[in-house]
Structure formats: structure tokens, C-alpha cells
């Protein structure tokens, strides 16, 4: 058991959610922040994260803060010994970053210096930054090995991440004391297997799993893939699709490595190194759900790339890691995920962001939790408690200080 403390930005998203039910099972004890700009709040944790709560019974302590305030930043660390980070807070939708790149800029990169301001002023100089393939841009050879060249980067939002991996290679070279792993996700799919948590975005989404998951349930009317003709098998582009639950345990790796050995900066592939076309997905997606997905080829659209998979030998052979998760077993947890919560999390929340119903202690009760007496851990150990007010400090964005702790306060 770890029995460290790590600060997880961005805990109420998709990965965020589903890596903190791993940090939690291997014994770290979590504190996660995040400003729903991209998922669901809550009254106290968000349902993501209540539902973390009641897959590991153990307990979160969480904070409505926005990484772009410092200050509220800075009061998570003073009332915390955080021992290292992970840093998932970003925005991430490649078209609108092309729309509006000084958001992005400035969500992204501002966010980042800020943290790590935070945290050398807090001597914290462990931490996991989530990057992305998308750094490596048009591939010049297949499988991608982390000695590929970067920077080539075709959209505002990945460039953000190839920003931010320099100016931590920067960092570490100023400072030895800092340790940094990035990692750098191919395509992230799937949820967790009890089908409590996966993955709802609140800003329009284009990821693909989520979108055909869509089509199958009859919310939308067919799926639109761009491009037949590429070089490909069957003319459609090529992704490596990772479970998310695989993506969660490297993280967990990543800490261990970070503990272990002191190698100031360090890049990892996290994939799992099979190349899949969009139809071949689209097909074990309908053979597993027993549903139809009709789907519309167009054009290819530009700045699109032909195919993508990674070499992950580097994070097995220095991390101890290896996806293990199939194709089918990533369609089959999203499934599972997506008839459990047609709606997603909104469910768990009026149109306020409130939980809709609550239990006598004011936990707030979610459509398949505390149902069968599983939460008794959490009903114990983790009232909920809204037990800061409101910051506005100087100008700064609110911060929402909702901390829930193992007694209460
Ligand atoms: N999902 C993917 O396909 C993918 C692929 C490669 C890399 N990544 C990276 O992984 C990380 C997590 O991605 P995800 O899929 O879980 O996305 P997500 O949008 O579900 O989660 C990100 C969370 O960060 C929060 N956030 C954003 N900006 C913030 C800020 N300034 N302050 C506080 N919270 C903030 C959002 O509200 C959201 O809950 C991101 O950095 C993303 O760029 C994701």
C-alpha cells in the first residue's frame, strides 16, 4: 500500500475518474480537483467521483477549483501534503481549438505554469503529465516508438501538449529536483467494468466509441466516417484503441517509477500497439452489442491522419506495464456503461447541477448506488460536506472549497 497523497487535476473527467479508482485500489490516498468544464458537478464530489467512491469504498477528497486560479490552488496545497501529481486538466477538442486557440492556450498552458509554480513554492516535484500521440503528427514509420520526431502537429490543441512536454524537459534541466513522466495516450476507450463510470463529456463531443454507442442506442442516425480510400485494409483510417482501465493502471505505474527512481524527465507510449480500422471497430462494436450501427463514408477531412499505433515496449520494459484489455472487451465495457446511463451522469443531477434525490445524512443518492447496501463504507466514513465558501479573491476565478474527508469535515 502507498499511503502517499496525489493530487489529481481533472478527477472529474473520463480518465481522471477511471485512474482514480486505481491510485485508490493501490493505496494512494487522492485529492482531485477540477472546474467541469468538461464534466458533470455535483452537490459535493461530482457523480464521478461519488461513483469512484462506491466502486472502491474508499473515500476522495475533492475541490471545485479551476487550475487558472493560483490562489486556490495554493490553499489545496497548503491544507495537504501532496506528495506527487497527475495532471489531467486540459481541453481537448482538436476543432474547437482551431476555433478559439487563445482558450485553449490559455486553459492549457497557463493552467500548467501555474501548477508547477504551485508546486515548486510547495516542494512537490513529482508528477505525471497526460499527453498525447497527437504530438507526434503525420507518422513517418509505424509502430510509433517515443524516439519519433514531435512537433509536426496539425491542430492548436496538440500543439498545447508538445508546449507543455518542452517546457518540462526545460524545467527539469533548470532544476534537478523536478521528476516528470508524460505520457502519451493513443485512443482511450471503454469504462469501467461495473459500468458506474465512463465517459460523458458536457462540451460537443467527436470521439468515436461514444458517437457509435450513440448511433446504437437510436440517439443519432448513423455514424459519419471520413475518408474510404485511404492506404488502408478496407480504405478506412487506423487508431490503436487502449481500455481506459489499462490507460489507468499505467498511470499507477508511472507513480511507482516517479517513487522509485529520479530520472528528471521521461516519455512513455501508452497504447496497445494493435493498429484497428474504423469499420473493424464499428464491426466488433455491433457483433458484441448485438446492435446495427448504419454508418455514411464521406470525404476525407484534412489534417486527418491515414493511421496510427504505437510501440509500447518502452512503458513494459521500464514500467512494468502492458495494455491487456481486447477489442471487444473495451466495446463491451462502454456498452455496459452507456445502457446503465443513457443520460450519463446527468441523471445523478438536476438541471443545477444538484443531485436529485437525498438520503437522510445528505448523501446524494445515484441511480444504482447504495441500492444494495454496497456505499457502507462510504456512508460511514464519508458525509459529505460543503465546509468552504465560495473564494473570490482579487478578481479570480471562484473557488469552491467542497473537501470530503474520512471524518466528515
Ligand atoms: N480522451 C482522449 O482521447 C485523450 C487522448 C490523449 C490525451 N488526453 C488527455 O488526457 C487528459 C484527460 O482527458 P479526458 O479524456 O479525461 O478529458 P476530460 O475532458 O474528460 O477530463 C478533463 C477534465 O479536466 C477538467 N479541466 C479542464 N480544464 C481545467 C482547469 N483549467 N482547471 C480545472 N479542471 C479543468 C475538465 O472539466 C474535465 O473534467 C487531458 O489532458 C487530455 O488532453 C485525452
Redesign the pocket.
Known sequence: MSGRTVLV?????????HCTVELLEAGYNVVA???????VPGHGLPPSLERVQQITGKNIIFYE????DKLGLQRIFQEHNIDCVI??????AVGESMQFPLLYYK??LI?TINLLEVMEAHNVYQLVF?????VYGNPESLPITETHPTGDVTNV?GRT?HFIEGMLKDISVANKKWNFIAL?????VGAHPSGLIG?????AFT?IMPYMAQVAIGNKPYLTIFGGDYDTEDGTGVRDYIHVMDLAKGHVAALDKLHREHQRIKIYNLGTGNGVSVLQLLRTFESVTKSKIPFQICDRRDGDIVSMYANATLAENELGWKAKFTLPQMCADFWRWQTMNPDGYRKCTDENGSPIRKSNNGHSITQNSRRNGEMENAKQNGHQQRNGDSLKQNGHTPCILTNITENGH
Open positions: 487535476t481533472g478527477g472529474a473527467g473520463y480518465i481522471g475518474s480537483l477540477d472546474n467541469f468544464i468538461n464534466s477549483c479551476d487550475l487558472l495532471h489531467f486538466a486540459a481541453i481537448k486553459n492549457n493552467a497526460s499527453s498525447s500521440c497527437t490543441y501538449k502519451r495516450y493513443f485512443n482511450p465517459e460523458d463529456p458536457t462540451k470521439n
